[in-house]
């Protein structure tokens, strides 16, 4: 995602589940399922520039290794906590395995 009004919509209407290192917010739309599209927020709260980049590089790597449960039509906004820093990949990938765990269970999938 790369424009403010899907990452307002996703995390205004879609389902949360948070876990200690990240906040994951998904939306179903129905009305394009052009693939799953994701999106990351890393604030400064997180740490200095070269902080952020690191994590968002994980966060990135992560989000790949989930694209096959997600459904075309997902939505989905990362949101890092100031505790991402110190997290390891491995640790991030099951909290986002997760918070995708959840989020599915609350729509009623189970992908």
């Known amino acids: 995602m790369r424009r403010s009004a899907e990452f307002s919509a996703t995390v205004s209407r879609g389902v949360r589940a948070v876990q200690p290192d990240v906040v994951v917010h998904v939306l179903r739309d129905e ?24 994590v968002a590089r994980r966060l990135r790597h992560t989000a790949r290794t989930v694209l096959p449960r997600l459904e075309p039509t997902d939505r989905v906004v990362i949101r890092a906590l100031p505790r991402c820093r110190d997290a390891v990949s491995p640790q991030l990938q099951r909290q986002l395995t997760a918070a995708l765990e959840r989020v599915a269970a609350r729509y009623g999938t189970t992908r």
């Open 31 to 54: 009305l394009d399922p052009s693939g799953p599209r994701i999106g990351l927020v890393v604030s400064k709260s997180v740490g200095n520039a070269v902080e952020r980049h690191r």
